[in-house]
């Protein structure tokens, strides 16, 4: 069938809205509302409220359709969705984060046009633990074809083995009796094979294996014939890679063991809310590879398509993750209320989303999931994976314990049934008042896990074991939430379990690693979280003044502030230290903790690292006590402020630190190996008085579809090209020519500014705009000026390339 997406030329309206806006998809409605402290999302959901939203397209049912079959493909609606043709509802799909197909086929009425609609109710929240955003935040595709044609996800390819290099080939069609299906493999556009039959088995000569490091790619074209005739044709990629696990080797990849650098994502894309664009999908991914990372978590749901193919592309191996909940609520309206009815649909499209997709390695059945500490837990574990491995037998299923969660699970439900025995009691004499009780599990999860390390102390190997044991006996792979002190006790009771660390603290980052390097049965480690997410407002953000700080922060805290990687892409200092740890950063880093907080008390909380950027420019804090983390690979580290050595510290995990008073000059470290070599140095300078503005397009040229977008990045620098970090200004953005401005916004995790007012003020001396191409080819002009300094300007080429 022809698949064509259809993104542009929708009209929105939020339900009760006087008028309608043209709009091009993705698009989420939430991020373009007011924020409100007293919104029932609240912190989870950055106190971004929810709503009904109206979405509707004009389709000619052109004279191409007449006898042929018409479906949409919806790629992700958040949610509690509706979709309507001529007012006929055709499909729907509760949860957000799946992808679905509505057949128009009858309801399309040829020669006329044709009113597409879509009702989105997220009005009722809260209904997630992280800022959801609302609508249609993926892309939207038209396929067409015969009435005899390949279902779309239709084929499937399964390696058999890497040497020599065999697949299987398995296709299903729809009123194709009486056909033949052939194949073409190819290799950049070259036919490198062929074979033909519903289910056949291919060999490729010579062929070029996928992995993270050498991510080869091929394209099976599945042609359907009848009489010599073409009926229908698919293309897909896949690439020729194998799976293997055990406590023995660990997780291998065609043969050879691999540990997994790996790091959580969140769905969202910061200043651009939850909108899915492509470019923005490929961009976290290029800049997640090239921190060191070789794998992602995506974080608690089904990943979107064209985020499985920039991992396909760039090599990244994928956890895919398919529910935070399953009956048991972590919040009032979530995906609980629908699961029993729901679940089969929403695995059944993860499966048949990722089954080509060689970046996809593992499986997730749940995340923190409290129903494990309960006995009807297992036989959901059971069911999903049964389920999972009925449609797919190539990959591991997981699963993500929280065993804090569990334990509270078990222990109030002890309560309860204690509870309601005493109500019964009570009730016999006459007494008629019972008190209820909430599960744990409930929208008070995320402050309870901020007791986590007292909590988990008290739990050991033998007590969860005996508490959750039958639960993860039917998964491949145990992930662990924050529970490396269950590693070495809990293999000693199940030797034969692999072990997976899913959710690790970066404080333990370093011990955590050594637990990976130790032990073939720990594959790997996601540490929590690679990139910032709006949502979770302020579980990372450092608070002065105290040493204690709670999970949630009030408003106007915007983001959890605890990424490796800001809000905007802008790496921090904890990014740098995990790509020390792993060997993928070979230069000393220089992270300086804020010089004007000296000697304050001060919080961190548990899902950030440090409070430290790369900054020695703190004007007004001259003879002030400055901390200086130098993570390094190597032995030792020397530090020299203004060509005098401060002093040479012993590295301990890649790291050391110093204290010296704070002058402004230059700072540099450089790093020993244990015989006294220098391996390499780095410097850090402070910036001049002077302020400009510097523009730094990522692209300098875009596709001319109305879908495709640019970075822009805008820095404070000082003559010599100095990042002013220090600094905050008000900087607007305007474009002119063949774009519009979706976005500006900076990394700052609490502000009460908006993204999409033009405009927005520096954190860290930056800005980050994000500008989308129209459909003509021409020119885009992105002026950033700020008051009182010269504006500047870059072109951006718009071509039909």
């Known amino acids: ?301 089904p990943a979107g398509k064209n985020f499985l193919d920039a991992c396909d592309e760039l090599g990244m191996y994928v956890l895919d993750e398919s529910f935070d909940q399953w009956k048991i609520p972590q919040s009032t309206y979530d995906y609980a209320c629908y699961f029993d009815s729901e679940w089969q649909q929403d695995v059944k499209a993860l499966v048949s989303k990722d089954y080509n997709h060689p970046c996809v390695i593992m499986y997730c059945i749940g995340n923190e999931i409290t129903d494990t500490g309960l006995p009807f837990g297992a036989t959901i574990s059971k069911m999903l994976s049964n389920a999972f491995h009925a449609m797919d037998q190539t990959r591991p299923i997981t699963i993500a314990i929280n065993s804090m969660l569990s334990v509270l699970a078990a222990k109030q439900a002890e309560k309860k049934a204690a509870e309601e025995k005493a109500a019964k009691e009570r009730a016999a004499k006459g007494e008629t008042e019972v008190k209820k009780e909430k599960m744990a599990g409930s929208a008070e999860v995320n402050d309870i896990i901020t007791l986590l390390p007292k909590i988990m102390a008290s739990i050991t190997p033998e007590s969860l074991e005996a508490l959750i044991g039958e639960c993860i006996s039917h998964v491949d792979i145990v992930g662990y939430n924050y529970g490396q002190n269950l590693y070495e006790g809990t293999h000693k009771l199940a030797p034969e379990r692999v072990i997976l660390s899913s959710e690790t603290f970066p404080s333990r980052m370093d011990s955590n690693w050594d637990m990976v390097m130790a032990h073939d049965y720990v594959i790997g480690d996601f540490m929590w979280t690679a990139w910032d997410y709006l949502g979770e407002a302020g579980v990372g953000v450092p608070v002065y003044g105290t040493t204690q700080a709670p999970f949630s922060k009030e408003y106007p805290c915007l983001s959890a502030g605890c990424g490796s990687v800001d809000l905007t892409g802008f790496p921090e200092s904890q990014a740098y230290y995990s790509a020390v740890l792993w060997g993928a950063y070979q230069k000393p880093y220089i992270g300086v903790r804020p010089v004007n907080h000296s000697g304050e008390e001060y919080t961190l909380g548990r899902w950030r690292l440090t409070d430290s950027i790369h900054c020695w420019n703190w004007p007004g804090q001259e003879g002030k006590e400055a901390e200086i983390e130098i993570y390094s690979v190597g032995e030792a580290v020397e530090l020299y402020k203004n060509g005098e050595l401060v002093g040479k510290e012993t590295l301990t995990s890649c790291r050391c630190m110093f204290k010296t008073a704070y002058e402004p000059g230059v700072l540099e470290a450089i790093s020993f190996d244990r015989d006294g070599n220098e391996l390499a140095r780095e410097t850090l300078a402070t910036a001049g008085n002077d302020t400009k503005l510097q523009i730094l397009p990522e692209k300098t040229k875009i596709k001319a579809d109305g879908e495709d977008i640019v970075y822009i990045p805008i820095h404070l620098i000082d003559k010599d090209g100095i990042l002013k970090m220090t600094t905050e200004k008000k900087i607007n953005v305007t474009v002119e020519g063949e774009g519009k401005l979706l976005a500006v916004g900076s990394g700052n995790p609490e502000t009460e500014e908006y993204f999409h007012e033009g405009a927005y003020t520096s954190y860290h001396g930056r800005v980050l705009a994000v500008v989308q191409s129209t459909e003509k080819s021409g020119t885009i002009k992105v002026t950033a000026s700020s008051d009182g300094l010269e504006s500047v300007a870059v072109e951006i080429q718009v071509t039909g390339e």
Request: net charge neutral; aromatic share 10%.
């Open 1 to 301: 069938m022809l698949k064509q997406r259809i993104n542009r030329d929708w009209m929105f309206q939020k339900e009760g809205a006087d008028a309608w806006e043209k709009i091009t998809l993705p698009h989420d409605a939430m991020i373009m509302e007011k924020r409100d402290a007293a919104s029932p999302n609240g912190n989870a959901g950055g106190f971004f409220p929810g709503g009904t939203y109206l979405y509707q397209k004009n389709i000619m049912g052109a004279e191409c359709y007449r006898d042929k079959c018409v479906m949409i493909e919806f790629e992700g609606i958040y949610m509690n969705s509706k979709v309507y043709l001529n007012d006929t509802e055709v499909g729907g799909r509760v949860y957000g984060y799946s992808n679905f197909y509505v057949d128009i086929t009858e309801q399309l009425k040829i020669g006329e046009k044709n009113t597409l609609k879509v009702v989105v109710d997220n009005s009722k929240a809260p209904n997630s633990r992280w800022y959801s955003g609302s609508g249609i935040y993926r892309s939207v595709n038209l396929w067409s074809g015969e009435k005899s044609h390949i279902l779309p996800e239709g084929v499937q390819v399964t390696t058999v083995s890497t040497a020599p290099a065999l697949i299987d080939v398995k296709t299903n069609t729809v009123n194709a009796e009486n056909m033949c299906i052939r194949y073409e493999i190819l290799e950049n556009d070259k036919v490198v094979a062929t074979g033909g039959g519903d289910t056949v088995r291919i060999e490729i000569p010579n062929g070029k294996l996928w992995t993270a490091e050498e991510p080869n790619l091929y394209t099976i074209r599945t042609i359907l014939e009848k009489d010599g005739k073409m009926i229908d044709c698919s293309t897909e990629r896949f690439g020729i890679r194998n799976l293997a696990w055990s406590a023995e080797d660990g997780l291998q990849v065609n043969g050879k063991t691999i540990k997994l650098r790996g790091g959580c994502v969140h769905h969202d894309h910061g200043i651009l809310g939850a909108c899915a664009y492509d470019e923005a999908e490929y961009r976290r991914v290029k800049k997640l590879k090239e921190l060191g990372y070789n794998a992602i978590r995506y974080s608690h749901n």
